[in-house]
């Protein structure tokens, strides 16, 4: 199973859960995130995981772009890493 790296690139958080700069790693336990954040991502982490490319602009890639839904105050950038 794939690793999956997860940063906060943007962050209005009203829970103070994510800070901008903030770095988790998904190998099989979920990161400290809110579970609104964590229902919207986890299927783009689910597919990483188990080898799936998914679209990211114009191309196919193992990584994605997501806001969450409270308005978009929180945005996250999901990649695969390769140890």
């Known amino acids: ?6 940063t906060i690139t943007e962050s209005k958080c009203r829970g103070g859960y994510c800070k901008a700069g903030d770095i ?37 890639a193992k990584k994605f772009d997501v806001k969450c839904p409270d308005g978009g105050r929180v945005s996250i950038h999901g990649e695969v890493i390769e140890d």
């Open 24 to 60: 988790f790693f998904v190998e099989d336990l979920c990161p400290p995130l809110c579970h609104e954040l964590w229902n919207v991502i986890y299927p783009l982490v689910y597919a990483l995981q188990n080898g799936a490319e998914l679209d990211y602009g114009n191309i196919r």
């Open 1 to 6: 199973m794939a690793k999956v790296k997860l």
